[in-house]
C-alpha cells in the first residue's frame, strides 16, 4: 500500500491529483470555518462586485461573497458526487463480479438486461429518476449511484472475466471452495485495483453530473450554493459580471481534473508494467 | 463475421428495447402525478377524474396497460401529448432529426480530431506535446457541458459576436444561417468526447506499443510506422470501438443539456419539456427513442468490435 502511495507521490499526474483532491478535501471539511463570510448574507449596496478587498472573488447579484459560497458549496457537491459514486460502485461492483463468476446463461442474461439499462443514457436516467421521486439533493444522490451501476458492473465484469481464467480461480474451484469464498477472497481483491482507477475517475463525472442536475433545476435547491446552480443563475446576469460565472465553472473543473488526475495515477501507481 | 452472429446479435438488440421499454414505462408509471388530474386540471371534479380514468384504462393492471402502450407504439401510435394535444409520434420523429444532425456532425467532428491527437500522443509519449495535450485533454474532459457551453457562448458569441448564441434554423430553410446556429453547439458536443476518446486511445496504444508482440515485431526489423498501425492501433482501437460507443450514449445524454443551453428544439429539450409538465406519453416517447437510437448504434459497435477482432464470436 504505501509502496503504491511512493509510487503515486513520484510521478507528477499523481502528486497534483492527490495535491489538488486534498485541497479539495480541506475545503469540504473546513469549508465553512474557512469562508469569511456568512454564504447567504445579502448585500445591497456591494453587488456585482470584482474580485478584491474585501471580497477576495467579488460578489454575486445579491451582494453574496463568492469565495464564502464556493467554500460552502464544496460540501454539496463533493460530497454528494462522492457518496453516489461510492453506491453505484459498490452495487455495480457486486453484479459484475458474480455475473462473471457465474458465467453462462446467467451471465448473459444478466449482461443482456445491463445493455439494455445502459440503452438509457446517464444523465436521461438520473433526470427519469428525479422527476420521478422528486426535487431534491438526497433524490440526484441516488439518481446517479442508479444511472452508474450498470457501467461499473460492465466494467467490473471484463476484468473479472479475465480473472476468472487466471490459476488461482481454478485452483480455488478444484480445492472445492464455495462461490462466495471465491467471488469475495479470490476474485475481488484482483478486480479492485482497476475499479478504484475507474471510481476515482467516476467521481469528476459524478462531480458533472450532479452540477448538471442542480443546473437544470432538479438537483440542489436555491438558496444552497451548489456550484452548477450558482452556474444557472450566474447565466441571467452574465452581461453584468462575468466572475460570478467564472468562478463556479473554474471550481467545478478543478474538482473534477483533481479526479481525473488522481485516477491516472493510481493507474499508473498500480500497474507499473506501463 | 458470421452471420449467426450477427442474427444473434439482432436478437440481443431486441430484447434490449423490450426491457427498455419496460423501464421507460416502469419509471414514469410511478411518476407521482395522476394522469387524469394532468388532464383536467386541479379543480375536476372526483366523478369527472372517475370517468376520465375509466375511459383511459388507467384502472388496469399495470401489465395491461403496458401491452396496450406498447402494443400501440408497435404499430407506430404513441398516443396524444397533454401538453400540445396534437399526436406525440410527428412531434418526436420532427425533434429527432434535429438531435440526429446535431450529433452526427458532432461525433464526425470528434473523430476527425480525436484519433489522430491520440496517436500523436502516444508515439510522443512523455515529450512536450504529449504532456501539452495531456493538460488540455484533461481540462477538457473535466467541464460539464453546460460549462463548455457557457463559457463558449461567454466567450464566441458575446466578446467576438461571431457567431448566434441560440437558436435554431432549418438547414432547408437558410443552410448559411442554419449551419451558423449549428457550430457553437456541435463544437460543445464534440470538445469532451475528443478529449475522452483520444486519451482512451493515447492510453491503449501506450499500453500495446509496450507489449510482447509489439517488441517481436520490431525485433523482426519492420519499420516504426507497421509496427503502430499495423499492429499496436489495432488492438488499441478494439477498447476505443466499445468507448466511442459508449460516448454515443453520453451524446444522446449531452445533447438534452446542448439543446436547452442553444435553444434547439430537439429530442432532448422535447424530453425536458415533457418532464416539466408531466407529459407522460411524451416522457415515454422520447426516452424509449433516445435509447433505441443507442441500441442501434451498440449494435453496430458490436458488429464492428467483431470485424476487427476475430476472436469475439467464439466467446
Known sequence: MSEVLARLVRSPQGAIGLGIVSLVGIA???GPWLAPHDPNAISILA??????????????QLGRDLLSRLLHGAQSTVIMAAIA??????????????????????????????????????????LLVVSMLGRSQANAVLAIAIAFTPGMARITRSVALAVRKQDYVSAAIARGEGTAYIVMGEMVPNVVAPIIVEMTIRVAFSVMLFA???????????PTPEWGLMVSEARKFMHLSTWMILWPCCAIALVAIGFNLLGDGLRDALNPRT | MSLAYALRRCGLMVYTLLVVSIIVFGVTQILPADAAVVLLGENATPEQLAALRDRLGLNDPAWQQYARWLGGVLTGDFGISVRTGQPVLPTILDALSRSLLLALLSIGFMLVIAVPLGIAAATRRGQLGDIAFGIVSYVGVSLPEFVTATLIILLLADTFKLLPATGYVPLGEDFVAGLKH???????????????????IRSELVDALHSDYVRAARMKGLPETRVVYGHA??????????????????????????EEIFAIPGIGRQIIIAIQSRDLLMIQAGALTLAT????????????YAVVDKRIQYE
Open chain 1, 47 to 60: 453587488r456585482y462586485k470584482p474580485p478584491g478587498g474585501q471580497y477576495l472573488l467579488g460578489t454575486d
Open chain 2, 293 to 304: 437510437t443507442y441500441a442501434v448504434m451498440n449494435f453496430l459497435a458490436d458488429l464492428a
Open chain 1, 212 to 222: 448538471t442536475l442542480s443546473f437544470l433545476g432538479l438537483g440542489a435547491q436555491p
Open chain 1, 28 to 30: 469540504v471539511v473546513a
Open chain 2, 182 to 200: 449549428l457550430v457553437l453547439p456541435v463544437v460543445t458536443v464534440s470538445l469532451i468526447m475528443v478529449a475522452h476518446v483520444s486519451r482512451m
Open chain 2, 233 to 258: 492501433l489495432r488492438n488499441a482501437l478494439l477498447p476505443t470501438i466499445t468507448i466511442v460507443a459508449l460516448d454515443v450514449g453520453y451524446v444522446l445524454g449531452g445533447i438534452i443539456v446542448v
Open chain 1, 85 to 126: 459514486t461510492l453506491c453505484g460502485t459498490v452495487m455495480g461492483a457486486l453484479i459484475g463480479t458474480t455475473s462473471a463468476y457465474v458465467g453462462g446463461r446467467t451471465d448473459d442474461a444478466v449482461m443482456r438486461t445491463i445493455d439494455a439499462v445502459m440503452a438509457i443514457p446517464s444523465l436521461l436516467m438520473s
